[in-house]
Every structure is written in structure tokens, then in C-alpha cells.
């Protein structure tokens, strides 16, 4: 079965230190998510992307965030300059459609851990 | 705005025994309902979904009712397995409000022997 892919499955950083989460979709899906987890916490959405664009983007997703698509297959999440807060686990997720019922495909995570 | 609230775990049981796991929402339209688990070191999966009132989602032996008197999407499950630890989300998406899953916290289960 098709399946989400992450990598690193953890990353360690310094604060001020740019990081780049990878992500590969399922291979016939049109739409990809970030979301993150703080430990504790509730999964909250990040940004939403589609035809190599952000279609929706939370509160959280500041100007320290950028997702990217460089190719056919990758869909990265960078965060330029990191912060103590930035320490969660995130999450990579894709869907074929943006309806309501549509389900999402999450991949394992990974856990960024800001020193 | 749109929020989901779940019973706070750990919830401890034995095998065989019966599984409820409250969740209950707001939301600010018509909101399609999702029960996500995520088993140790694994992504977030999808457990079962309803898009409407009154409709049942279910597999693996785990059942939701939409419910929109009264705002609930109970999980539940007559005899739950030790292979059911996990951790379960409730969530929901807004219909015609975008496409972003608004998760609770997680409610993990663990089933002993």
C-alpha cells in the first residue's frame, strides 16, 4: 500500500539553525499538508499546498516557514532561523482532493529537537 | 472557531473489555468527522470517518456515530485487543471551509493481558 515517507525520522538543531524536512507524497496525490505536534499538545495544521502554491497556512506558519516542491516526488518544510518552540514532532500529509471527506495520508513524523 | 475536545488518557484496559472514547466538537458549519490512531513509532492513520448527521463510521471493529445534537463522535469498540494500544485523535475538517484537519489531543489506550 502507498504510503508517506519521512526523513530525517529525528532531527537535533541549534537555535538560529536552519533545518529542511523532507517529505515525499503518495505518488498520484495533488495535495500536501504540514502539520506539527507539540509534545503535550493537540496536531495543528501548518500549511496546505497545491499546484506548487500555499493554499492555506495557519497563524503558526510565519515568515520563518516555507514549504517547497522541488521536484516531482519531494515536498520539504523549512524553517530558516529555529527557535527554542519550534521543538515538535511534524507531520507530512497528502490527499488526492481538498474535499471534506477526502481523507489524509500522514507519514510517520519527524521530530525536530531545538537545543 | 472549530475545536475538538477528547477524554484525557492514559485509558488502561483489559483485553476483551468494552472501549469508549469520548470526543465531542465545535464548529462553526457542517463538519466532516475523522478518528485518526497512530501505533508506536508510526505516522497518523485513519481509523473510520462520517461526513454527515446519524451516519456510522466503522473498521476494525471500531464504530463513531455522528451525532449532531449533541456535537459527539464517541469511538468505541466492544472488545478491544493489546494490538489496539495506541494513541486515538479525534478530528474534523469544515466543509466548504478549507482542508485542514482540527485535531483533540490524543487519547492513548493501552490493553493488557
Known amino acids: 500500500e502507498p504510503e508517506v515517507t519521512q526523513t530525517p525520522s529525528h532531527q537535533v538543531t541549534q537555535m538560529g539553525q536552519e533545518v529542511i524536512l523532507r517529505c515525499v507524497p503518495i505518488s498520484n496525490h495533488l495535495y500536501f499538508y504540514w502539520y506539527r505536534q507539540i509534545l503535550g499538545q493537540k496536531v495543528e495544521f501548518l500549511v496546505s499546498f497545491y499546484n506548487n502554491e500555499i493554499s492555506e497556512k495557519s497563524e503558526i506558519f510565519d515568515d520563518q516557514f516555507s514549504v517547497e516542491r522541488p521536484d516531482g516526488s519531494n515536498f520539504t518544510l523549512k524553517i530558516r532561523s529555529t527557535k527554542l518552540e519550534d521543538s515538535a514532532m511534524y507531520f507530512c500529509?497528502?490527499?488526492?482532493?481538498?474535499?471534506?471527506?477526502?481523507?489524509?495520508?500522514f507519514g510517520p513524523g519527524t521530530r525536530l529537537t531545538v537545543l | 472557531g472549530n475545536s475538538v475536545t477528547q477524554m484525557e488518557g492514559p485509558v488502561t484496559l483489559s483485553e476483551e473489555a468494552f472501549l469508549t472514547i469520548n470526543c465531542t466538537y465545535t464548529?462553526?458549519?457542517?463538519?466532516?468527522l475523522f478518528w485518526y490512531v497512530q501505533y508506536p513509532g508510526e505516522g497518523l492513520q485513519l481509523l473510520l470517518k462520517?461526513?454527515?448527521?446519524?451516519d456510522k463510521g466503522s473498521n476494525k471493529g471500531f464504530e463513531a456515530t455522528y451525532r449532531k445534537e449533541t456535537t459527539s463522535f464517541h469511538l468505541e469498540k466492544g472488545s478491544v485487543q493489546v494490538s489496539d494500544s495506541a494513541v486515538y485523535f479525534c478530528a474534523l475538517i469544515l466543509t466548504g471551509g478549507g482542508n485542514k484537519l482540527t485535531f483533540g489531543t490524543g487519547t492513548q489506550l493501552k490493553v493488557e493481558l
Open positions: 464548529a462553526t458549519g457542517y463538519p466532516s
Open positions: 462520517a461526513t454527515k448527521a446519524d
Open positions: 500529509a497528502s490527499s488526492q482532493r481538498t474535499s471534506g471527506a477526502d481523507t489524509q495520508y
